[in-house]
Structure formats: C-alpha cells, structure tokens
C-alpha cells in the first residue's frame, strides 16, 4: 500500500488514545477507518482487523 499505514495514520496517536483510557479494552473502545479500499479496526484490546471496505459495508 502507498504510502504505508504508518505514514497515513500517527500510531503514537493511536496508542496515545488507547493509552490514556483506563481499562480501554473493558469499555470497548475501537476506533474504524477506510484506508486503500480497507475498512481498518483498532480494538482497545489491542487487536487490529483488517478487511475489505465491501465486506465491512455489506456487515453494517
């Protein structure tokens, strides 16, 4: 992918927002963005799922 993820999005911002949530992956914060036709999910638990940004519209 260009440019890649990394550049695209800040992680230390990512892991600034998770980080600054207490117990983020028991209040279930996620965060969801479209990126080069991926539809990219960021759990508070700290799992990342990527999926084709069709598949993820056909789910809503």
Sequence with gaps: MTPPLYRA???NALDELFGS???????????S??????????VGTGNVVVRP????????
């Design 33 to 42: 963005f479209t990126y080069s036709g991926y539809e990219v999910t960021v």
């Design 9 to 11: 999005i800040d992680p």
């Design 53 to 60: 940004a069709d598949d993820a519209e056909r789910d809503s």
């Design 21 to 31: 949530t207490v117990a983020s992956a028991e209040n279930g914060l996620r965060i």
